[in-house]
């Protein structure tokens, strides 16, 4: 089994930036692929980004590219998110999410959630 815990969400204003962290435990070595979805207020789930282990396959969901960047600390076993222009839409609880080795993007699918972190942007 795998835990994620992220960390780092809260209140900012329009414009302005925040970075989540996700700490990946248990059987790490299992894991490829990880990420981030995100579910706004009354909209589904959507998958915001995701970053294989090597760092050479990466996903963007069209409204964030060019102002989130996702990366990843393999000998913290953590991965991150970049979040900068910050727009009210961007308002949701978002989740870390991992995949097993055999996947190097989390669109082919999820093996691991992490329980969410809300990011409130307004000002």
């Known amino acids: 089994q795998v835990q994620l815990v992220e960390s780092g969400g809260g209140l900012v204003q329009p414009g302005g930036s925040l970075r989540l962290s996700c700490a990946a435990s248990?059987?790490?070595?299992?894991?490829?692929?990880m990420g981030w979805f995100r579910r706004a207020p009354g909209k589904e789930r959507e998958l915001v980004a995701s970053?294989?282990?090597?760092?050479?396959?990466?996903y963007y969901t069209d409204s964030v590219k060019n102002r989130f960047t996702s990366f990843r600390d393999n000998a913290k076993n953590t991965v991150y998110l970049q979040m900068n222009s910050l727009k009210p839409d961007d308002t949701a609880v978002y989740y870390c999410?991992?995949?097993?080795?055999?996947?190097?993007?989390?669109?082919?699918?999820?093996?691991?959630w992490g329980k969410g972190t809300l990011v409130t942007v307004s000002s």
């Open positions: 999410a991992a995949a097993s080795s055999q996947r190097v993007s989390l669109i082919y699918g999820v093996n691991f």
């Open positions: 248990g059987s790490i070595f299992s894991i490829n692929a």
């Open positions: 970053i294989s282990r090597s760092g050479g396959t990466t």
